[in-house]
């Protein structure tokens, strides 16, 4: 545990190297908060009463919560991996006596710590813009913790896995980009998935990516598909999913690395 340990401190430590940036997307992230409530409530005042059984609060509400969650699930470092593979230093973390996929995990997780200061400035500005509220009930509360937990390890096993791409691709750039976009969209950050057209919808739940943001969205605010508990099994079922997918890819993996530098 303590070379695990300290994975996850270098994880943690790595962006506060970089305060005024990481300081930046802070201040960005209240921004938008601040400019997502204002264009949501927009969007009410000429529709009134609800939409895709959401009202402005819920709407609102959820553009707060699904902003600042994002920022912290989404901050893992997509580029470690790839990254080491094309310096040769990826020889060197074959050779730790802790795993690779167990190093990334952790370096991944102490990113997703670093970020949590973003928790205090996304809340405390959407409370601010009064665009916020509590969970209607503690049933609600209690499921939207078990459900976070549950993201957090889909959001990490899914950037793991596309890491992974690095040892056929080498260059990942591009790829990195378009993912990106995807993931945003599809995982509800934005725009909640019961906005979506149906088809989308289909497309959307039959992906990971809304296990990570939009299913604990959907908890807090009483909307989880097929209710609480079929939720958070979705969400297990994804965990175990993408383990083994990781495993299966990294046993493919280690087999042909490829390096630039090394």
Known sequence: MRRVWSQIRIGYLTPWSYRTSTLLTFGILAIQVALYSVVWRAIYADQGGTVAGADVRTAVGYAVLG?????????????????????????????????????????????????????????????????????????????????????????????????????????????????????????????????????????????PFQAATYTPLSVYFGRPTGGLVAALGVQLLWVVVLTGLCALVWSRAKHRVVVQGG
């Open 67 to 207: 902003l600042t969650i994002a920022s912290i699930l989404d901050t893992s470092p997509y580029w470690s991996i790839a990254a080491r593979v094309g310096d040769g230093l990826i020889g060197v973390d074959l050779t730790r006596p802790i795993g690779l996929l167990t190093q990334n995990f952790a370096v991944q997780t102490g990113y997703v710590l670093a970020a949590l200061p973003a928790v205090a400035v996304g809340l405390a500005t959407g409370l601010a813009v009064q665009g916020l509220a509590p969970p209607e009930n503690a049933e609600a509360a209690v499921g939207f913790a078990l459900s976070l937990v549950l993201a957090f390890a889909v959001s990490q096993l899914i950037t793991l896995l596309m890491a992974l791409t690095s040892f056929w691709t080498v260059e990942v750039g591009g790829f990195e980009m378009a993912f990106a976009v995807v993931r945003t969209f599809l995982s509800g950050a934005v725009l909640p998935l019961w906005f979506m057209p149906d088809w989308l919808q289909a497309i959307a739940r039959a992906l």
